[in-house]
């Protein structure tokens, strides 16, 4: 499995960014694909998930309202909308990919990194 993000960068507070997650070698029908952010010195947060076996979405409270993940399934890509971006949001987000039913359960609470496939990371910082 290989995912590849982009669209990260520099805004304002207040501004939009949309990030996308190229994804490929993907064998099963029934996986979750989403977002994880690491903000400096802290641990890695799950934002945004969508599971394909039952079009679940996940946000973390932080997020909810202000973001909205989407996929095109044809080419296994997922994106990120983010609006309304806030200072606190700047990490750097993680494409994730894990196989199988219900696992975008693994996006909430304590992210294990040693369980399922990331892409190579994108910026996101904002300004205030």
């Known amino acids: 499995v290989q995912l590849v993000e982009s669209g990260g960068g520099l805004v304002q507070a207040g501004e939009s960014l949309r990030l996308s997650c190229a994804g490929s070698?993907?064998?099963?029908?029934?996986?979750?694909i989403g977002w994880v952010r690491q903000a400096p010195g802290k641990e890695r947060e799950g934002v945004s998930c969508?599971?394909?076996?039952?079009?679940?979405?996940y946000y973390a409270d932080s997020v909810k309202g202000r973001f909205t993940i989407s996929t095109y399934n044809a080419k296994n890509t997922v994106y990120l909308q983010m609006n309304s971006l806030k200072p606190e949001d700047t990490a750097v987000y993680y494409c994730?990919?894990?196989?199988?039913?219900?696992?975008?359960?693994?996006?909430?609470?304590?992210?294990?990194?040693?369980?399922?496939?990331w892409g190579q990371g994108t910026q996101v910082t904002v300004s205030s």
């Open positions: 994730r990919y894990i196989e199988g039913i219900d696992s975008c359960q693994l996006f909430g609470g304590s992210i294990d990194p040693d369980f399922g496939s």
């Open positions: 070698g993907f064998h099963f029908d029934d996986y979750a």
């Open positions: 969508f599971s394909t076996s039952d079009g679940y979405t």
